[in-house]
């Protein structure tokens, strides 16, 4: 029952550094997503993708990259750090594409960039 | 644009008291409404849902109603237990990449 798998769970990252979280799922779902929690305000997605080999930008994608290359893998690579990402980041997925589909997320990951 | 707008925290509650954690929303058309939960270390987990007006979701003792006239969707528990305390999030689906989250709400329960 392993789910959506996060790691790090925490990380902390001086300005400039780079690094990439590792995202991955063993439900064979397509839909995959990046979400950052700032204090005090909801979570906000940065990017998703629908399937192998395709990814879109969301809300807030700058300073981010992804990678599709698998269904079960969905890393997310900050390049260079900056305190403005200090943030708690969720990865999740889902089966389907419908508005009624419910999230599966990861136990999340906390970063510092100082 | 889509928004959710839940109550602030902390909510601080004893043991057995009735729960009310608000929340609104703003959108185009007609969105699937969620209650998702974060326990403590864990990641968020649905909580229930409610796909068209005037649905009833439920689930664990936790109820919520899909209030389209007044673009409402609180969740209410008539009796909390310690167990309960968490951070709860309201949100809405409208497309596949289109969840929009409250703040969230953080519930504490004291014996």
């Known amino acids: 029952n392993a789910g959506v798998t996060q790691t790090p769970k925490f990380r902390i990252l001086k300005i400039g550094q780079s690094m990439t979280l590792q995202c991955t799922q063993d439900?064979?779902?397509?839909?995959m997503y990046w979400y950052r929690q700032d204090p005090g305000m909801g979570l906000k997605l940065i990017y998703y993708?629908?399937?192998?080999?395709?990814?879109d930008k969301g809300e807030v994608p700058n300073g981010y990259n992804v990678s599709r290359s698998t269904t079960e893998d969905f890393p997310l690579r900050l390049e260079l750090a900056a305190p403005s990402q200090t943030s708690v980041y969720f990865c999740?997925?889902?089966?389907?594409?419908?508005?009624?589909?419910?999230?599966?997320f990861g136990s999340g990951t906390q970063l510092s960039v100082l | 644009g889509d928004s959710v707008t839940q109550m602030e925290g902390p909510v601080t509650l004893s043991e057995e008291a009735f729960l009310t954690i608000n929340c609104t929303y703003t959108?185009?058309?007609?969105?699937?409404l969620f209650w998702y939960v974060q326990y403590p270390g864990e990641g968020l987990q649905l909580l229930l849902k409610?796909?068209?007006?005037?649905d009833k979701g439920s689930n664990k003792g936790f109820e919520a109603t899909y209030r389209k006239e007044t673009t409402s969707f609180h969740l209410e528990k008539g009796s909390v237990q310690v167990s309960d305390s968490a951070v709860y999030f309201c949100?809405?689906?409208?497309?596949?990449?289109?969840?929009?989250f409250g703040a969230g709400t953080r519930l504490a329960v004291h014996p």
């Open positions: 999740a997925s889902s089966a389907t594409a419908q508005a009624n589909e419910k999230l599966f």
């Open positions: 439900m064979n779902h397509n839909y």
């Open positions: 993708s629908v399937g192998a080999g395709i990814t």
């Open positions: 959108a185009t058309g007609y969105p699937s």
């Open positions: 409610a796909t068209k007006a005037d």
């Open positions: 949100a809405l689906r409208s497309g596949y990449n289109k969840l929009i």
